[in-house]
């Protein structure tokens, strides 16, 4: 529906391309402009199949890229390398955009409000189905980044509220239960996932790991409700469920489940 209702508005997306286009022909240096330029432009081909910037993108990425490799300005350098891999997710490979974006995480100063920005426009790339692996990379660059961000902050501010029973560690779902220095059977687990639900690799893990008492909050009771018969399955036994209308007069719905085993 996204990508169908992008292509309806072709005139208004032709519009603020050349609304960019021709703020960054006046100031060849403001790579901003370009980028945002020569993103609508590859946008507008992918969803309209439709070729009549082909000239002007292979002279502008050009440009784009010299203007950003040329930031002289510290406090600018995230966004210049950040505009390398908006570049690279448009026209290079999985392997130099995650490359790319890498070198611009390490600028990032743990910004988290400067490393999701970049992350919502791949969310937006992804979901209009535009070069996806490409966009999957670059995904994955900023999830890692986010997760060791968000460790980082909950530590903070576990000590700012004095909490000394408290620990955070960074990692994968895929991999998160690995060497924990606790039994699953001692043990509650809080899952929060994205819309998409559990990936049946972790929801392995997870059985495997075998926690007492598993709360599972969801923002999409539909893979909520596909995840829960997996958790049947493994012996949990489903003991409360509690929706939450958080988005009223949409049909948007949040929904909390708890699960205990055996």
């Not at 292509?7 to 790579?31: F, K, M, Q, V």
């Not at 490979?93 to 988290?112: F, G, H, M, Q």
């Not at 979901?127 to 060791?148: H, Y």
């Amino acid at each position: 529906r996204l990508r169908d209702d992008a292509a309806h508005e072709d005139a208004l997306l032709r519009a603020a391309i050349e609304s960019y286009a021709t703020g960054y022909r006046r100031n060849p240096s403001h790579y901003y402009s370009g980028i945002n330029a020569l993103t609508l432009m590859q946008l507008y081909k992918h969803l309209l199949n439709d070729v009549r910037y082909d000239a002007e993108m292979a002279l502008m990425a050009g440009a784009v890229r010299y203007a950003a490799l040329n930031e002289r300005d510290d406090k600018q350098r995230y966004w210049a390398r950040a505009t390398i891999g908006d570049l690279e997710a448009l026209v290079g490979t999985p392997a130099s955009v995650s490359e790319a974006y890498k070198e611009a995480i390490a600028l990032a100063d743990r910004n988290w409000v400067n490393l999701d920005s970049c992350r919502a426009q791949l969310l937006m790339l992804r979901d209009l189905g535009f070069r996806p692996e490409a966009v999957a990379a670059g995904i994955a660059a900023f999830d890692r980044a986010l997760e060791e961000a968000a460790a980082r902050k909950a530590a903070e501010n576990a000590t700012l509220n004095h909490l000394l029973n408290c620990r955070f560690i960074a990692g994968s779902a895929e991999s998160i239960f690995k060497n924990l220095p606790v039994k699953g059977a001692e043990s509650a687990v809080i899952v929060d996932p994205p819309r998409k639900g559990c990936d049946e690799s972790f929801l392995r893990q997870l059985f495997a790991f075998g926690p007492r008492t598993v709360v599972y909050v969801s923002c999409d009771p539909a893979t909520q409700m596909r995840d829960l018969r997996a958790f049947l399955a493994a012996g949990y036994t489903l003991t409360a469920v509690q929706p939450f209308d958080l988005f009223p007069q949409t049909r948007h719905l949040e929904c909390v489940i708890t699960l205990r085993r055996g």
